[in-house]
């Protein structure tokens, strides 16, 4: 059992850092369009990102247009999230 929870562990650990990495994009270079980020973060890290933006947009830390072009900007609870050091 105690292997599964360290397993969890490094996922959830995992998933918040590429949160953290799609904020500070976002703060550097926002706004960017969602498939631009999926791109982004295939190419540059092999990572699934599709959960991990779903999440953050659940959490309104990001915020994505209506439109078909999907513009995806950090939020001012975004940009509150990144000033955190521990999250």
């Given at each position: ?13 995992k998933k918040r850092s ?23 973060f295939a190419r540059e ?34 940009l509150k999230r990144l ?5």
């Open positions: 059992m105690a292997h599964y929870s360290h397993k969890y562990e490094r996922e959830y650990q590429l949160q953290r990495e799609v904020l500070e994009l976002l703060k550097r270079n926002s706004p960017k369009k969602w498939d631009t980020l999926h791109s982004y890290r092999g990572a699934n990102i599709q959960p991990v933006l779903e999440a953050l947009k659940d959490a309104r830390y990001i915020e994505v247009s209506e439109d078909i072009d999907q513009i995806v900007r950090i939020t001012a609870s975004g000033e955190q050091r521990d999250h």
